[in-house]
């Protein structure tokens, strides 16, 4: 597994939804919200005799997208949002990675506390573009080994600003393309 996304699934779900709660083996996790991924069993039941590690990707996808959508502070240590995953739990890992022309995965923010993993079109009913908003994180299911663009960064600051006291160990990727420093853990700019 990619160190990227066993990143991760170690901070994420180490989240509990109840500030300055954390296990005895592990390090505190400041700040919130925390994220329930409902169905993320099935997810990984699902694929776990042909790609375990792909799915394991996938749900670090999804966790990097909702940690963009609902940035991390810690004011939200109290908070849980879920998220659901229905239509991805019956799929296989290549099924996700390769959407059928014409569409893609997203993330969508419904509320303060619900999102959900949805397959858009890239056009609507009447052919033109399918517009994509703030509330939307696009999903490609790509493992970090996958994006050859990146270029790492320990500074910590550089990343998260004012925020880098709730972050203090993550690794920083700074996008080739003309775009925001974000960390390639959690996007908390709004747009990446």
């Not at 991760?8 to 329930?36: I, W």
């Not at 509330?135 to 600051?157: K, M």
Request: charged share 20%.
């Amino acid at each position: 597994m990619h160190p990227l996304d066993r990143r991760v699934l170690e901070v994420e779900l180490a989240r509990t939804g109840c500030q300055d709660q954390a296990y005895v083996e592990d390090k505190p996790v400041p700040g919130g919200p925390a994220f329930l991924v409902y169905y993320a069993p099935a997810l990984l039941q699902k694929n776990c005799g042909t790609d375990a590690v792909g799915a394991l990707a996938v749900l670090a996808d999804v966790l990097r997208q909702a940690r963009a959508l609902w940035p991390l502070k810690r004011s939200s240590g109290n908070m849980t949002v879920t998220v659901r995953i229905d239509v991805l739990k019956e799929l296989t890992v290549h099924e996700l990675q390769n959407p059928q022309p014409g569409s893609y995965w997203s993330l969508k923010r419904l509320s303060d506390i619900d999102g959900m993993v949805q397959k858009a079109s890239l056009l609507t009913t009447d052919g033109s573009p399918q517009p994509v908003d703030g509330t939307h994180r696009i999903l490609t299911f790509r493992r970090p080994a996958d994006i050859s663009s990146a270029a790492f960064s320990e500074n910590v600051e550089d990343c998260f600003g004012d925020q880098s006291e709730l972050m203090p160990w993550w690794p920083c990727v700074d996008a080739v393309v003309a775009k925001p420093r974000h960390c390639s853990l959690f996007c908390v700019r709004s747009i990446c």
